[in-house]
């Protein structure tokens, strides 16, 4: 089997998610895992896909024939180390400001991890007066870094920012 790792991004409509899922369906592809989101009026989502290869060429035709949608595909590989690497699901909160997504990909990457999935979005805050910024983040470990010392240099950027470690 193939690993393709499609990224969509078109108008958002109802049906559009049925009618991705039908084609991958309808040319014996496998829809493995996905993360899907409606941003400002436009679907955006990464999906991976398994197909034996004989299928692999009309499914890939079938994607891009679906109207109003921007398919880009690219061949998956399977990464044989990713079961030696600790993961670590962090819940990050804090006061929402310009540049946060930056310093805290910044941190992240001096300490040697990898952030393999981001989730954020801003909140209304008024008793606050600011935005609130919540994201959750899994973040792969290379052998030999301790958890605490991402966690205690994440927390470290500003005395707002609160970091908690969820489990697997």
């Known amino acids: 089997m193939k690993q393709l790792v499609l990224t969509l991004i078109g108008k ?87 540049g946060i997504i930056q310093e805290l990909s910044s941190v992240i990457r001096h300490k040697g991890a990898n952030i393999t999935h981001l989730n954020s979005r801003q909140q209304s805050a008024p008793n606050w007066g600011v935005p609130i910024f919540s994201a959750f983040a899994t973040v792969s470990l290379p052998p030999g870094t301790h958890k605490e010392n991402v966690v205690d240099a994440l927390e470290a950027i500003t005395s707002d920012l609160i970091v908690d470690i969820e489990p697997d």
């Open 12 to 98: 958002d409509r109802p049906g559009l998610v049925e009618q991705i899922s039908a084609t991958i369906l309808q040319q014996h592809g496998n829809w493995a895992t996905s993360n899907l989101s409606h941003l400002a009026g436009q679907f955006a989502g990464i999906v991976l896909v398994e197909v034996a290869e004989e299928h692999l060429q009309s499914l890939q035709d079938a994607l891009h024939e679906i109207p109003e949608l921007e398919v880009r595909i690219e061949h998956g590989e399977q990464d044989q180390n990713e079961v030696k690497i600790e993961k670590l699901n962090l819940v990050i909160t804090g006061n929402d400001r310009p």
